[in-house]
């Protein structure tokens, strides 16, 4: 994978910052979702779906090779 086109965007911190206010309209939506929703497989999957936003969220300190 090149990781060099990645750090454009998790260096730039006005693209970084937008990028991060995405997901976690995201994963608000997916929590709104989950409080309203009778079928407990959808619950898992939305479970699913906000560990991954998660995940995108250290986008930076993966590319960059940070340990967390």
């Known amino acids: 994978m090149n990781k ?5 965007l998790v260096n730039d911190k ?3 910052d ?3 206010e995405y ?3 995201k994963i608000n939506a997916a929590h709104v979702r989950m ?3 009778p079928n407990v ?3 898992y999957r939305m479970q699913g779906e906000i560990a991954i936003l998660r995940r995108l969220k250290l986008i ?3 590319v960059n090779g940070y340990n967390s």
């Open 4 to 8: 060099g086109t990645l750090k454009k």
């Open 14 to 16: 006005q693209l970084l």
């Open 18 to 20: 937008s990028y991060l």
């Open 23 to 25: 997901l976690d309209e």
């Open 35 to 37: 409080e309203q929703s």
């Open 41 to 43: 497989e959808a619950l």
């Open 60 to 62: 930076r300190e993966e």
